[in-house]
Each structure stands twice: as structure tokens, then as C-alpha cells.
């Protein structure tokens, strides 16, 4: 099965850092900018998703290339807190956070990996795989405490919902397929994802009435995902294109519509989405790979073009963006480089940690 060019943004992302940049500062287009840091001193961070105030973020961070690594939740009056690891563990990731500051994400153990739950109150909690499997994986979380993810082990990977109160239940595979993963849940219990199908890798869209639905493809793709649904039901994706990928927007109404890219280029893919149907992502350009914002009004936008240059970052991936407007992106610190010049993030000159920033509208309500 080929897979969806994710770790290429790994690689894309890198670039030579040399100090750690914090606080606020007013933008001159709309935009404050406040860098997160990194549980350790010159390490690397990623976020990934982020409460509906902009309260919480939670992520992954760790050594530059990826060792220790732990999942984190970061808030403004603490900074950011490492939710440790299972016992025997050494790697953890959180992928989500609800309004009430619960997280999910996953753990190594002495065996395998396992979903967890975190709260304050309990701790880090796992979550159990389906009977028989002995892996599986938290990505999101909604308001009620639902939590979607997968379930793996000798029979495969099934898309896997977690109830508020912790039972599992396999979402299934569309016809044909062997195969599900689910990304992400709204407010109202809808899942989407990808699952194998007689006719490819296919996004869905799944509820407790209708089961698991395919959304179709972009013309010309063979393989698509969906990673993100909003509260009025719209769902963002990517599809492979050739030796690219594309972005996908989908509502109920108008099926699906490719967003494009930045310039033309080979490489683009959605990876978060508000409730006012505002999209955020990554896409290759002639400069390198750079964050965007998408809106039906406007189109594709670079984002580091709506911050000022003094900033001195390079943002790479647009991750989660809220409905305040407030935009999780990873990039990078840089002083030698303005963001219309030239800055291949995969060059091999270029080794040093990523971080994350939160972008906040000026004008947003408070």
C-alpha cells in the first residue's frame, strides 16, 4: 500500500537553528506570534492539535532527530508539561485535546504501542485495543470524551471508536478492504478517515447510522485520506496526484473540490479546519515547503506572508486552526533568510530542531 508523503514533511521541515525564540509580538498584517519551546533545551517540538480558546496545545517533543521524545499539553500560565510515558516506555505522542483539557495520544511499553487518555485528575490512562489485537493509537478527541484512533494485531489495522467510557468498537472497512485508520471526530460523533476498499485507498466518513461512507477522490487520484471534520459536518483531506498529493475540501452539498497549491507546485496537503470552514496545511513552493491558509474568499495564502519579517521564523506546516481563527504551525527559527527568498527545509546543511507557534488574529475576541 503506498502511503500518504507525511514523513517527506519531516525531512522537509529541518533547517539550521541556532536559538530559541519567545513571547509575543504584534503582527503587521493581523497576526501575534508566540513560539511554544521544547520540554528540553535545543530540541525539536510538533504540535498538534489545540483547544477551541487556544487555552491548550498539546504535541510531541524531544532531542532534534526524535529521541526521548514525550507527549506535552502547553498552557500560557505553565508552559509546557510532559505527560511521560507508559511504564517501560521511552516515546510518547499526543494527537488531541478536548475543551474540558483532556488528552489522547499514544505510548511505547516494553511490547508494543498503546492509546492513552490523559487528565489531570488520573493521570495517563490506556486505552484498550480490540480483543485480540495488541497495539493501537488515539488521534482524536471530541467534547463528550469520544475518541477515535486504531486498533492493530495479527488479524490487521481497523479504525476503532472509544466510548466516554472506554469501551472499544471497530468503525470497519469499506467493501473490499482490509484496512481503516480514523483521524479525526466532531462534537456530533461523525469520523472520518481512510480505509482500503475494492477500489483503492478511499477517505470516509463514518456515523452511527449510516456506518462507514466512501467520499470519492479527486479526478486522476487513485488514493485519498480524509484528516479533519468540522461541527457543520465539512471535511478536509489530501489525494495522491502522480507523484504529488493535492487538498481536498468536501461538504455534504458540494461533494469534493481540490484546493490546489501554493504556485503550482507538485506538493500539497490539508491538515486542519475550523467550523467557518478556514483551512490550514502545507505546500511545496519554489522557496521550499511553506504553511498556508485557505478560505473560500481568498484562496490559497502563504501564511508566512501575514506575519512580519521580523519575526525571523520559516513556517513550514499549517497543523490545527480553531474557531477563533488562532493557526498551530510548526517551522523554524532563522536569521539569514527573509521569507521571499529561497529556503529548502530538507537541505543536508540544514540540522536543527522544529518548533511550534501559535498564531493568534489581533483582532480575535478574547
Excluded at 466510548?163 to 472520518?192: C, D, F, M, R
Excluded at 507546485?265 to 490539508?270: G, P, S, T, V
Aim: hydrophobic share 40%.
Amino acid at each position: 500500500m503506498r502511503d500518504f508523503p507525511i514523513g517527506r514533511l519531516v525531512a522537509i521541515l529541518v533547517l539550521a537553528i541556532s536559538c530559541v525564540l519567545c513571547g509575543t509580538a504584534a503582527a503587521g498584517d493581523g497576526y501575534s506570534v508566540v513560539e511554544l519551546g521544547a520540554l528540553k533545551q535545543g530540541g525539536s517540538t510538533v504540535g498538534r492539535q489545540m483547544d477551541s480558546a487556544g487555552a491548550r496545545v498539546v504535541g510531541s517533543s524531544g532531542w532534534i532527530y526524535g529521541s526521548d521524545t514525550h507527549a506535552f499539553l502547553w498552557n500560557a500560565p505553565n508552559g509546557m508539561i510532559d505527560l511521560g510515558t507508559f511504564q517501560g516506555g521511552d516515546y510518547s505522542e499526543a494527537f488531541g485535546v478536548n475543551d474540558s483539557g483532556t488528552v489522547v495520544g499514544d505510548s511505547n511499553t516494553r511490547e508494543n504501542m498503546r492509546a492513552f487518555v490523559w487528565n489531570a485528575q488520573e493521570g495517563m490512562r490506556e486505552l484498550s485495543p480490540l480483543p485480540g489485537d495488541f497495539g493501537s493509537r488515539a488521534l482524536a478527541i471530541n467534547n463528550s470524551g469520544q475518541v477515535v484512533g486504531y486498533s492493530s494485531g495479527k488479524h490487521g489495522v481497523r479504525a476503532v471508536i472509544w466510548s466516554a467510557k472506554l469501551e472499544v468498537s471497530s468503525l470497519g472497512t469499506l467493501p473490499g478492504g482490509n484496512y481503516s485508520e480514523a483521524y479525526a471526530i466532531n462534537n456530533a460523533g461523525q469520523v472520518v478517515g481512510m480505509s482500503m476498499s475494492s477500489s483503492g485507498i478511499r477517505p470516509f466518513l463514518w456515523t452511527s447510522r449510516d456506518g462507514m461512507v466512501d467520499l470519492g477522490i479527486l479526478q486522476g487520484s487513485k488514493s485519498c485520506k480524509a484528516v479533519r471534520i468540522n461541527n457543520a459536518g465539512q471535511v478536509v483531506g489530501s489525494c495522491i496526484l502522480g507523484a504529488g498529493s493535492r487538498p481536498f475540501f468536501w461538504s455534504q452539498e458540494d461533494g469534493m473540490q481540490s484546493l490546489g497549491s501554493l504556485g503550482g507546485k507538485q506538493y500539497a496537503e490539508a491538515l486542519g479546519l475550523n467550523d467557518s470552514g478556514q483551512v490550514v496545511g502545507s505546500s511545496e513552493t519554489s522557496l521550499g515547503a511553506r504553511a498556508f491558509l485557505w478560505t473560500k474568499a481568498g484562496g490559497l495564502q502563504d501564511i508566512n506572508s501575514l506575519i512580519p519579517p521580523t519575526h525571523d521564523v520559516l513556517l513550514a506546516q499549517g497543523i490545527h486552526i480553531n474557531n477563533r481563527g488562532q493557526i498551530l504551525v510548526v517551522g523554524s527559527i532563522h536569521h539569514d533568510l527573509t521569507h521571499d527568498r529561497e529556503a529548502h527545509l530538507d537541505d543536508g546543511r540544514h540540522a536543527g530542531p522544529l518548533h511550534v507557534f501559535l498564531l493568534t488574529p489581533v483582532n480575535s475576541p478574547q
